[in-house]
């Protein structure tokens, strides 16, 4: 997770090194259809051009907690979902209100199960998977104000944690 998160930041630093037309962040809220959770998700576009951005962004499913218990013994199950994204948008229609964009890309997903169960003593185990996928959806984004887009977006991503994520929120025009 620390690669992850640490390749996620060279990607964002990087691209206030070099000059862009145009460079956005922001964040929002994220639901996954597959795992039925919503997350919180962070976000940028580096705009290479007036139609196509490289937009990295990383989702934070919630976290869920259950607890189970029987007569001389009980389990307490945590799992955590998180993903990150390198995508790239294309926008092709727009208008001053409203501009549409296609997306497709790379996804990294990793689930990660913690149970702990007493009984006959205290026992913990864990066990996390990642895996690799493609993305490819659409969106819109919406200019309310001169530096303010609120976004919405729907993407398909394929891999062992196949799922559809719809996401919205808001991104801020940074120059």
């Known amino acids: 997770m620390k690669k992850v998160i640490l390749l996620g930041m060279?990607?964002?630093?990087?691209?206030?090194?070099?000059?862009?037309?145009?460079?956005?962040?922001?964040?929002g809220l994220a639901f996954g259809t597959?795992?039925?959770?919503?997350?919180?998700?962070?976000?940028?576009?580096?705009?290479?051009?007036?139609?196509f951005a490289a937009a990295p962004s990383f989702i934070f499913y919630f976290p869920e907690k259950n607890k189970f218990t029987s007569p001389g013994y009980s389990y307490e199950a945590k799992s955590s979902v998180w993903e990150f994204n390198a995508?790239?948008?294309?926008?092709?229609?727009?208008n001053d209100i409203v501009k549409f964009f296609g997306e497709g890309g790379l996804n990294?997903?990793?689930?990660?199960?913690?149970?702990?169960?007493t009984g006959s003593g205290i026992s913990s185990q864990s066990n996390s998977d990642s895996e690799v996928g493609i993305n490819l959806g659409v969106g819109a984004d919406f200019k309310?104000?001169?530096?303010?887009?609120?976004?919405?977006?729907m993407k398909y991503t394929v891999s062992d944690f196949d799922q559809l994520v719809i996401?919205?929120?808001v991104r801020f025009l940074l120059n």
């Open 10 to 27: 060279i990607v964002l630093c990087s691209m206030s090194i070099v000059k862009a037309q145009q460079i956005t962040v922001g964040g």
């Open 34 to 51: 597959d795992i039925e959770k919503a997350g919180i998700t962070i976000n940028g576009q580096y705009f290479f051009t007036e139609k």
């Open 87 to 94: 995508d790239v948008n294309y926008y092709f229609y727009g």
């Open 108 to 117: 990294i997903t990793t689930a990660k199960v913690k149970v702990k169960s």
């Open 144 to 153: 309310v104000a001169e530096k303010i887009l609120p976004f919405v977006s």
């Open 167 to 169: 996401r919205g929120g």
